[in-house]
């Protein structure tokens, strides 16, 4: 246009702020100003209002300079923009300073100062306005509906109904707005029987009215009677709208029906409407919630103007179906995009960055929520917990909950379970003592649970117990399972069977813990019985309780037992399972049948450091030391690293074979190349191996060196080494500090005593064994056991 007037200029402005370019509208008005035109009322107002959207404080001040100097300050429509753009900036002191200064106020000024304090969390402040506003002017219907909204928000139930007689007083309360406000103020109070009262005495009900009742029902959890006022809606031939899809498709997904979902969808696509950020973030999350990815993804591509909603909607939805890697690319792209994420996004990518274990990314997100939001956020504190906790830095757990203002049980479960996974039993139960006698949050069964996992000792299991009792969680079915695992770990494996004889209902977990406990306490033929009346009773089975009875057989050496285990799993499916696969290889090698093992371990496609070292310490119990070293370099070839125990395996059989140089090469790459510790047990294969070569002087100086407070078993492994030699000379020796170190071990005694036999040194046998007597020592009886046919 050769020469816009101030319509023209108007009129773009308009365009540029309904289209959401802030920014644009700004510099149009400086444009127009600098053509030398002079902006109305009109053009003043649009640019008030674009100075607030664009966040551009200072710019308003100056645009309501220049409306004071033009004099359009007194100007009804002005005035209202200039006092909106202060109250919706949060600057009340300046909004009331200038709403006092305006000679005549207009009941547009009154609302929107009213609507100000009640969007700044002032509503004392709100109310008494509204009282004051009754000398100078009458209220309309919109003074009434920010009142009301108000009294809803302020969660003040007396103030709504004072206001709802107001408006029957006054006859507003037939206008669809206000009773639409009313009966949503009812529904977020829960009262559903007034909003549906005030729903169907209103003359004339529009979309905004049947939304505001829709989204009352599904606050309230009534999502029946949702669905049937939508199919009402629907009946009666009005028209959706997108507040009313957007509600509808939360309904969907509350109610879990993906059918309902589809054909709202079907019906969004027919009429026209253009999935824009609102509606497409309420399909998005619907399909979200209904575990409907890919669905949820199809409806993000759709969605025109996506904005930080969407983006977030979306990134929970990939987080929930664990599609964690999904996750992290779209939040890189929302922030490419220049958006700024939420708590809840943050939160979404807490849990997306734990469940990929990237806790240097998660360090990062941490900064960035205390930059952004504080650390008294509690739901942020949660998911920092858990994050740390998962990652096992405990101790920033620890930090992230005492910086927490407000926690809530969750908070103290979370860093409960944090300290049982990083095996800090001690430290779980300090938390715990210290949760109860705070006072302010009470441990929930879950919490009780962990505990009794945390549990050590019997006295402190016994005082839970009696708390369980006391809040009445006995009943509970996991509550039972974990009594029964904390009893078996104390040892007391009768109170654990009186809890599992008295269960009401048994599931899955509490068989197979009662099956464990057994095995665990040397109670082999007991848990194979139980095994047999779980097989009777239950249909499913479990690769736990399947791996507990295998490891019975081995202990008890009962071969066929094992083979018809064995078939089990091959009957049930289970046989290529990683854990149970191992156990049976492990359970033919401790029953004799080594062949059979290998042949099994040749047959699992997926190996792992489980399976090869059962195999591995399989062939070393047997003296196949070479076998044994061959399976080791097999593991090194697939790429899989050993574990503390795979090495224990490979120094026995060193050891068997008298591999004395290797063995040490061994020992000494645990730390080097694999960064393992070394325990008691490797040392005590190594001091065997140095024995059995009959470098006993070299063995004692490892003992030596050994970095344990007690060394008996090491010393005991070299006197076993000097008796295969008929070493007397040393094995006396190594016997006297033996028994200094443990006077009452009657296996010291047996085994200076077999060493004297061996050499036919029977007066030296005599005098030891009159020694034991005199001490009121005896061996402990040997045990050997034959499996009989039915």
Known sequence: MPQPNVVSWTGTISSFLRSGHAELALREFYRMCNSGLRPNEFALSLS??????????????????????????????????????????????????????????????????????????????????????????????????????????????????????????????????????????????????????????????????????????????????????????????????????????????????????????????????????FVGSALVDMYGGLGMADEAYRGFLDTADKNEVAYSVMIHGFVCDSDYGSAIELYREMRMMGFVPDSFTLSSMLRATTGLGMLEEGRALHSLLVKTFGESNLTIGNNLIEMYAESKTIDEAAKVFTAMEVRNEYSWTSLVFGYIESEKYAEAMELYMRMISSGSVEPSEFTIVGILQATSKL??????????????????????????????????????????????????????????????????????????????????????????????????????????????????????????????????????????????????????????????????????????????????????????????????????????????DYFKSMTEEYGLEKSLSHYACVVDLLGRSGQVSEAEKLIADAPFGSKALLWRTLLGACSLHGNVEDGNRIAETLMRLEPDEPSNYVMLSNLLASVSMWDHCTELKQKMQRGHLQKTPGVSWIELSN
Not at 133 to 145: A, D, K, Q
Not at 146 to 169: M, N, P, Q, V, Y
């Open 48 to 277: 008030l209002k674009a100075s607030h959207v664009a966040a551009e404080s200072t710019t308003g001040k100056l645009i309501h300079g220049y409306a004071t100097k033009a004099g359009y300050e007194s100007n009804d429509f002005c005035s209202t923009s200039i006092l909106n753009m202060y109250a919706k900036s949060n600057n009340m002191l300046d909004a009331h300073k200038f709403f006092d200064s305006v000679p005549q106020n207009c009941v547009a000024l009154w609302n929107t100062l009213i609507d100000g304090y009640a969007r700044s969390g002032n509503p004392s402040e709100a109310v008494e306005l509204f009282r004051r506003m009754h000398s100078f002017i009458s209220p309309n219907s919109y003074t009434y509906t920010i009142i009301i909204k108000l009294s809803a928000e302020a969660f003040d139930i007396g103030l709504l109904r004072f206001f709802h007689g107001c408006t029957i007083k006054t006859g507003y309360d037939g206008y669809n707005f206000v009773g639409g406000a009313l009966l949503g103020a009812y529904g977020k109070w829960g009262h559903l029987d007034d909003s549906l009262k005030i729903f169907w005495t209103l003359k004339e009900r529009d979309h905004v009215v049947w939304t505001a009742l829709l989204a009352g029902f599904r606050n309230n959890g009534d999502l029946e009677q949702g669905l049937d006022l939508y199919l009402k809606y629907v009946a009666e031939g009005y028209r959706l709208d997108m507040y009313m899809f957007a509600n509808v498709f939360n309904l969907c997904s509350d109610l879990g029906t993906a059918r309902l979902g589809f054909q709202v969808h079907a019906c969004l696509a027919k009429s026209g409407f253009v999935l824009d950020s």
């Open 459 to 664: 006295q402190e299991g016994q005082q839970t117990h009696n708390y369980i009792i006391k809040k009445g969680f006995q009943s509970h079915i996991y509550i039972e399972s974990a009594l029964i695992g904390m009893y078996s770990k104390c040892g007391c494996i009768n109170d654990a069977s009186r809890i599992f004889s008295t269960m009401s209902e048994r599931d899955l977990v509490s068989w197979s813990n009662m099956i464990a406990s057994y095995a665990q306490n040397g109670h082999g033929q007991e848990a194979l019985k139980l095994f047999s009346e779980y097989n009777d009773r239950l249909n499913s089975i479990d690769e736990s309780v399947l791996s507990s009875c295998l490891s019975v057989c081995s202990s008890l050496t009962a071969l066929e037992t094992g083979k018809a285990i064995h078939a089990g799993t091959i009957k049930s499916g289970y046989e290529s399972n990683l854990q149970v696969g191992s156990t049976i290889v492990d359970m033919y090698c401790k029953c004799g049948s080594i062949k059979e093992a290998r042949s099994f371990f040749d047959g699992i496609k997926e190996h792992s450091v489980v399976s090869y070292t059962a195999m591995l310490c399989g062939y070393a119990q047997h003296g196949l030391g070479h076998e044994a070293l061959g399976v080791f370099d097999r593991m090194k070839e697939a790429g899989i690293e050993p574990d503390g125990v795979t090495l224990v395996g490979v120094l026995s059989a060193c050891s068997h074979i008298g591999l004395v140089k290797e063995g040490w």
